[in-house]
């Protein structure tokens, strides 16, 4: 059993459009629990192939113990055919336990696990006694799991050791104090600006002096104009100094990943207030091809309501989601009461309604064709597509981040009355996420959900949950 550390020295890795990792150094000692956190794309998933052997580096890159074993559970695909999610993750993970691992690495294992199998895998990670490295934007499993941090922003890494929600408290204040002095800075230009205009004023009423002195023949004086030079050097020096500074401080800002916010504009049109917004079925079943998957279905939902529904995997959570928006693939029975299907969107993990063939303005042009050029653009930089090689992106080269950003910018901008979600902080960085919680709790329709995230749950204030099993749906005591 190894209990020598592992060390890492100025290790570098680049892509051709990138830098993702720069000259990170640190030490993993024996028994460490490290979570690596950052935004979709920042070196995470890179960093766990290159300790498990899967990407080339230099070797003097890495020191390994020669006794250390190692067990590596990438991120999981899209399912396959035969196994659901959670049983894929749940048979590699079994594979390379019986390798017997001194040092574990996991990369984004809740995606795609319901709540009982999540619980089954905080119990696994408090109970592993190794060195254990998890990439996951899982915030429980963050809060109950972890100690050490290490961020990747930037090519950058950071490593704090403490409570995860000691972690948000240190960047929460880093960022108070970098704002602070970027207030000074703006403060000592704005006074810096201000005394140059009036020395340059001063100059001029010197300069008008000075000529009426020649008119009357009297030698005119070049002190004042000197000085104003003069200033305009020191001015010039100061201005560059301040530039400096600010630019180390915005840096340091992006190193915190510090979240912008997103305040979007919801609108729900006269014209759809007459139809029905709600939900209303009486001993209801569905399912497929004859086979019912739920059955006794009785169920209330009013307009502006907020409804949850929860279940483990293949209890049909997603396959009543889609009863109610009415895909014909679907067999139903009883007595439904849907919304009318235009007032209803739909938003899944894979951002489905999406054209990966348009570029990010004309997803939103061909939406609000009523639209002006200026009206488009705020409203792509009020969801953060604000640069012309951002508006002009290909969906299809968009990251997940990205996506769950247009696919809101898109709700936003024709909100329907009835919303439904559906594990949409699936695969979804700590940022992005925090966007989604911010733009739904300030979404005024009605809420259907279906999500694994307690969490998120938590968060986007809902009316009422109701629980899947057994082919039944309860309600469930909030």
Known sequence: MSHKPMRIERLSVSFPEKVCIEECT??????????????????KSTF??????????????IMMPDDIKIGFVPQIPTHDHALSGGEHFNKILTKELLKNPNMLLLDEPTNHL?????????????????????ATHDVDILTTCFNTFLHFENGQTHLFRGHYGHYQEMVCKKRESLLKELHILDL?????????????????????RGEKSIQNRKWPTVVSSGKARRANETSGRKKKAIRDDREQLEDQL????????????????TSTRSHHHGLSIKNGCVGYEGKDLLTHLQLEIFPGERIAFLG?????????????????????????RRP???????????????????????????????????????????????????VKKLVSSLSGG?????????????????????????????????????????????????????????????????????????????
């Open 254 to 269: 992006k190193s915190l990943r510090v979240r912008e916010t997103i305040e979007p504009e919801f609108s729900i049109t």
């Open 402 to 478: 990205e996506r769950a950003r247009l696919s809101l910018c898109l709700i936003a901008a024709q909100t329907p009355p009835v919303l439904i979600l559906d594990e949409v902080t699936n695969n979804l960085d700590l940022e992005t996420r925090e966007h989604v919680i911010h733009v739904i709790n300030d979404y005024p329709g009605t809420l259907f959900v279906v999500s694994h995230d307690d969490d998120f749950l938590n968060k986007i204030r809902l009316t009422q949950s109701y629980m899947l099993q057994n082919g039944t749906l309860e309600r469930k005591d909030r």
């Open 48 to 61: 766990l192939k290159i300790l498990a052997g899967q990407l080339p580096i230099p070797k003097s890159a």
């Open 188 to 208: 000592e230009r704005k006074s810096l600006h201000q005394s140059l205009m009036q020395e340059q004023e001063r100059a001029k009423k010197s300069n008008r």
């Open 114 to 134: 319901d709540r009982r199998q999540r619980s089954h895998l905080v119990r696994f990670l408090n109970s592993f006694q190794h060195t254990l490295l998890i």
């Open 312 to 336: 483990d995997n293949g209890v049909g959570k997603s396959t009543l989601l889609k009863a109610i928006l009415g895909n014909p693939n679907v067999q139903c029975s009883g007595e439904w």
């Open 340 to 390: 009318y299907l235009g007032d209803m969107g739909y938003l899944d993990q894979n951002y489905r309604a999406l054209s990966s063939h348009k570029t990010v303005e004309e997803e939103l042009k061909d939406r609000v064709c009523d639209w002006t050029y200026d009206h488009v653009r705020q409203h792509l930089n009020d969801f953060l597509f604000r640069k012309n090689e951002e």
């Open 26 to 43: 640190m030490q993993i000692a024996y028994g460490d629990r490290i979570a690596l956190i950052g935004q979709n794309g920042s070196g």
